[in-house]
């Protein structure tokens, strides 16, 4: 269980037992919290109705759910394209420009793997022909 479900499972205790009629300390010993958590966690109850974080503010996402989606689509149906070229095809359609490491960022949030292409030496004919023959 991640630590924030057990938290709002603990808050859930919390108001639990308090309308079976238990008292603050009897419930954080219960529950294994703080006294002033569980205090918190009722206040909380009692004016807002619910036992649950507020949304965090923060910075606002680069690209929104469609954006996501066409940079899935960009990835999956036309071939294999380095971050450089799909962050130029991206540009090519959005108003906010993005960075080639917010490219492979967001693929790696939608369970791509980032690779870098492995460069092939090839063989000059003569070399080749002398491997073949087993000299």
Request: hydrophobic letters at 30%; glycine letters at 6%.
């Amino acid at each position: 269980m991640t630590q924030k479900l057990r938290r709002d499972y603990q808050r859930a205790q919390c108001i639990a037992l308090r309308n079976a009629g238990m008292t603050c300390r009897e419930i954080s010993t219960i529950v294994g919290i703080f006294k002033s958590s569980v205090q918190r966690a009722l206040k909380r109850f009692e004016e807002r109705g619910d036992i649950y974080d507020r949304p965090r503010s923060g910075r606002p996402k680069k690209l929104n759910d469609r954006s996501v989606r066409m940079l899935q689509r960009l990835t999956q149906n036309e071939g294999r394209y380095s971050s450089h070229e799909i962050c130029i095809r991206l540009n090519n359609s959005f108003e906010n420009p993005i960075c080639r490491r917010t490219v492979i960022n967001y693929l790696h949030r939608c369970g791509y793997e980032y690779k870098t292409r492995i460069k092939n030496h090839f063989l000059l004919n003569n070399i080749r022909k002398r491997d073949l023959i087993g000299a």
